[in-house]
T-cell receptor, first 112, second 115 residues
Framework: SQKIEQNSEALNIQEGKTATLTCNYT??????LQWYRQDPGRGPVFLLL?????KEKRKERLKVTFDTTLKQSLFHITASQPADSATYLC???????????FGSGTRLSIRP | DTGVSQDPRHKITKRGQNVTFRCDPI?????LYWYRQTLGQGPEFLTY????????KSRLLSDRFSAERPKGSFSTLEIQRTEQGDSAMYLC?????????????FGPGTRLTVL
């Protein structure tokens, strides 16, 4: 079965630096890979989606890359701010109609 | 607010009792998903509806769990004979079929504690 690996240890970054989070998966490459943000006690919030035939996607300070050879996605937050502190979840799906499989998330802390 | 809503937000029950949760998706969304999330883990897929049809159900879901979506609007998730291992956050999400990318909009969740 598909397995998603995200850094289990929290990532601590100085404000203003670029935070880079990693998502690795096993088996077949998904059609879609998504990133969500989750704050404590709340539901995840969609951030970005990248398709298997796309290498990179950007949205404001966020950038996602997708390398199907390495079976890896990287999620970058540039000019990080304390308000970016949250858990970030990687999720994948094999079609637009299939279920989504989530990783366990990486907790990001941005210190002032 | 036209987001996904869930009720109740918190539920404390004793082992062996039945509980039912409700989810109201965004009104124009055809798809509705239920997930379970425990501390330190990502959401775990339970089941998925398109309109009123239940299209997929996790093999992890025991016979004690059942979900319905009558008339393709709100959905209910029932857990019968609750066990302490059922304690978790239960999340509902919806997505529109017009989006090819199944971006999901999550509700705030229902936190279940089984004593």
């Amino acid at each position: 079965s598909q397995k998603i690996e995200q850094n289990s240890e929290a990532l601590n970054i100085q404000e203003g630096k670029t935070a880079t989070l990693t998502c690795n998966y096993t088996n077949y490459s998904p059609a879609y890979l998504q990133w969500y943000r989750q704050d404590p006690g709340r539901g995840p919030v969609f951030l970005l989606l990248i398709r298997e035939n796309e290498k990179e996607k950007r949205k404001e300070r966020l950038k996602v890359t997708f390398d199907t050879t390495l079976k890896q996605s990287l999620f970058h937050i540039t000019a990080s701010q304390p308000a970016d502190s949250a858990t970030y979840l990687c999720a994948l799906s094999y079609s637009s109609a299939s279920k989504i499989i989530f990783g366990s998330g990486t907790r990001l802390s941005i210190r002032p | 607010d036209t987001g996904v809503s869930q009720d109740p937000r918190h539920k404390i029950t004793k082992r062996g009792q039945n509980v039912t949760f409700r989810c109201d998706p965004i009104s124009e969304h055809n798809r509705l998903y239920w997930y379970r999330q425990t501390l330190g883990q990502g959401p775990e897929f339970l089941t998925y509806f398109q309109n009123e049809a239940q299209l997929e159900k996790s093999r992890l879901l025991s016979d004690r769990f059942s979900a319905e979506r009558p008339k393709g609007s709100f959905s209910t998730l029932e857990i019968q004979r609750t066990e302490q291992g059922d304690s978790a956050m239960y999340l509902c999400a919806s997505s529109p079929t017009r989006a090819p990318y199944n971006e999901q909009f999550f509700g705030p969740g229902t936190r279940l504690t089984v004593l």
